[in-house]
């Protein structure tokens, strides 16, 4: 039996990673928030104020709630660990549920650009994701090499290399249901949101790879799912 974990420096690695792909969802969610506040705001002299005061406490709270979540992610990174057993690889972390495949249920395994290992077991919900930030990485490889020979895949998936423009898409989306007048258009912007958002909590929930509190927080999703729906039957109605 093999066991790797994280070295000791490898969330140093990903940290700007995190950084980089949070920090611009974070401006374009708070902008949004703005916009949809002013533009229904009868009273612009008034809303110009609040905003004044608004604005600073809600860059104090994302600063504050960015600084515990990537914390958090280092807790969870560092209590990585996968383990090589004669006939089977298993993965486990902190609050996230373990995971196992047995070689001969191995689909697939693919070593992506960044390094990460992506192995794939029969069933969808078994895929293992191993960062390349483990100790005696070569190692690891040459062991899953002998199990069934290692693809290499340069891009990543679709959901991956889109998602930014998913959650841009999802809050322009999520203006026009609140900032629109015309009943058409209300309607196919909420209809697309509640797709979307329903789609992200099903994808969210059946991932082994995510940890329990993200998964238990997600549940909000349906607060905000109930809430563009009561605004949409206001407007239609």
Same mark, same amino acid.
């Given at each position: 039996?093999?066991?790797?974990?994280?070295?000791?420096?490898?969330?140093? =690695?990903?940290?700007?990673?995190?950084?980089?792909?949070?920090?611009?969802?974070?401006?374009? #969610?708070?902008?949004?928030?703005?916009?949809?506040?002013?533009?229904?705001?009868?009273?612009?002299? #008034? @809303?110009?104020?609040?905003?004044?005061?608004?604005? &600073?406490?809600?860059?104090?709270?994302?600063?504050?709630?960015?600084?515990?979540?990537?914390?958090?992610?280092?807790?969870?990174?560092?209590?990585?660990?996968?383990?090589?057993?004669?006939?089977?690889?298993?993965? =486990?972390?902190?609050?996230?549920?373990?995971?196992?495949?047995?070689?001969? @249920?191995?689909?697939?395994?693919?070593?992506?650009?960044?390094?990460?290992?992506?192995?794939?077991?029969?069933? &969808?919900?078994?895929?293992?994701?191993?960062?390349?930030?483990?100790?005696?990485?070569?190692?690891?490889?040459?062991?899953?090499?002998?199990?069934? &020979?290692?693809?290499?895949? &340069?891009?990543?998936?679709?959901?991956?290399?889109?998602?930014?423009?998913?959650?841009?898409? #999802?809050?322009?989306?999520?203006?026009?249901?609140?900032?629109?007048?015309?009943?058409?258009?209300?309607?196919?912007?909420?209809?697309?949101?509640?797709?979307?958002?329903?789609?992200?909590?099903?994808?969210?929930?059946?991932?082994?790879?995510?940890?329990?509190?993200?998964?238990?927080? @997600?549940?909000?999703?349906?607060?905000?799912?109930?809430?563009?729906?009561?605004?949409?039957?206001?407007?239609?109605?």
């Amino acid at each position: 039996m093999q066991e790797y974990k994280i070295k000791s420096d490898g969330f140093k =690695e990903i940290r700007k990673q995190i950084l980089i792909r949070t920090i611009p969802i974070l401006i374009v #969610a708070i902008t949004v928030g703005i916009l949809i506040s002013s533009l229904n705001s009868s009273n612009k002299s #008034a @809303d110009t104020s609040t905003l004044a005061i608004i604005i &600073p406490v809600i860059l104090l709270f994302v600063g504050v709630g960015l600084y515990r979540g990537i914390n958090r992610q280092k807790t969870l990174f560092e209590s990585y660990k996968i383990t090589l057993t004669e006939n089977l690889v298993k993965r =486990e972390q902190l609050n996230t549920p373990t995971i196992s495949v047995y070689f001969n @249920d191995i689909q697939e395994i693919v070593q992506k650009s960044n390094r990460n290992i992506i192995i794939k077991g029969s069933d &969808p919900k078994n895929v293992i994701i191993v960062p390349a930030q483990i100790n005696n990485y070569s190692e690891f490889y040459e062991a899953l090499s002998q199990i069934i &020979p290692v693809r290499n895949r &340069p891009s990543n998936s679709l959901f991956q290399k889109y998602q930014f423009l998913l959650v841009i898409l #999802a809050l322009a989306l999520l203006m026009l249901v609140y900032t629109v007048s015309n009943k058409t258009v209300v309607t196919i912007s909420g209809s697309f949101l509640i797709l979307i958002l329903v789609w992200s909590l099903i994808t969210i929930r059946n991932n082994k790879n995510i940890d329990i509190k993200t998964k238990r927080a @997600d549940w909000g999703v349906f607060i905000v799912i109930v809430l563009i729906y009561y605004f949409m039957y206001n407007k239609l109605i």
